[in-house]
């Protein structure tokens, strides 16, 4: 795979793994588009930055794929990212689509019997305005309790593919726990990364609490992004052909083994272009 190649493609970007099961969603509802995921461990965690760091960040990457790869659209597929940076992006980058990944606070305040609903992310996304304006908003429609759980971003990045079902049952019950003590009957997902555990977030919080999560509506707004674009149209791949993954910083030693393992999992192939510079 080249450059050239890639021109025009859809770009999912996160901090390292979270944008995965998007990207699976993406693909299985439409097999033919070529996606370039970048996963940016350059700079993983983002949820333990300032939302100044991360509009730095976040722009010079931005800038790097417009040069390498002209994309049809970038996806933010990372709440932080979404909540911290995606304003500045589109004033910054005003020629350019993005999509953003925020919590599905507002089909779990509609579902809410006690209008009483939980979101669990990253301290960055919860501390962000964004947050705290849908809790305004919500004000008359419900509460929102927010509760932080940057360990499970850890846990999925790192310690995931080695973990048996009732380690991830314990380590989520926890928070699902937090979130009835709370009166929560809803529970909005407002981190990529906890998608991975999601099987495990609806049988720890099940019956007493509804699970949430924004994929359809994401995956929904992209193909809402794109047919409303004039050709060129993205680039398409053949049945089965692997999308490319591009991991910032190189990958880190102590994850290299799971990002194998991922590559197998969701069809990727690891892609650097010459002269990408990670700073
Ligand atoms: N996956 C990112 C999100 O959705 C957070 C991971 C991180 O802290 O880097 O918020």
């Not at 509460?143 to 310690?159: K, W």
Request: glycine content about 8%; charged content about 25%.
């Amino acid at each position: 795979m080249t450059v050239k190649d890639l021109q025009g493609c859809v770009v999912f970007l996160d901090s390292g793994a979270g944008g995965l099961p998007y990207l699976n969603a993406y693909n299985t509802l439409n097999p033919d588009r070529m996606v370039l995921y970048i996963a940016d461990k350059k700079n993983f965690p983002y949820g333990e930055k300032t939302k100044n760091e991360l509009v730095t960040i976040l722009i010079r990457l931005t800038e790097r794929i417009q040069k390498f790869f002209s994309p049809a659209l970038i996806v933010l597929a990372c709440n932080t990212a979404s909540v911290s940076a995606l304003s500045e992006l589109r004033q910054r980058f005003p020629a350019t689509d993005f999509v953003g990944t925020v919590p599905a606070v507002k089909p779990a305040l509609i579902y809410s019997v006690k209008k009483n609903i939980a979101v669990i992310g990253t301290e960055r996304t919860l501390a962000d305005d964004y947050i705290t304006r849908i809790a305004e908003e919500a004000a008359g429609g419900g509460a929102i309790t927010r509760i932080a759980a940057g360990e499970l971003v850890d846990f999925v990045e790192y310690r995931l593919e080695y973990s048996g079902k009732a380690e991830r049952i314990t380590l989520v019950k926890k928070y699902t726990d937090e979130a009835r003590k709370r009166g929560a009957d809803a529970l909005a997902l407002g981190c990529t990364h906890f998608l991975f555990l999601l099987d495990e977030f609806r049988e720890a919080a099940e019956p007493y609490i509804r699970v949430f999560d924004s994929i359809n509506g994401v995956c929904g707004r992209i193909e809402s992004v794109l047919s409303k674009k004039k050709p060129p149209s993205p680039i398409t791949r053949r049945a089965g052909q692997p999308n490319p993954l591009l991991v910032t910083g190189g990958k880190a030693l102590d994850a290299a083994e799971q990002w194998d393992l991922r590559a197998e999992r969701f069809n990727l192939e690891s892609f650097k272009p010459d002269g990408w510079d990670d700073r």
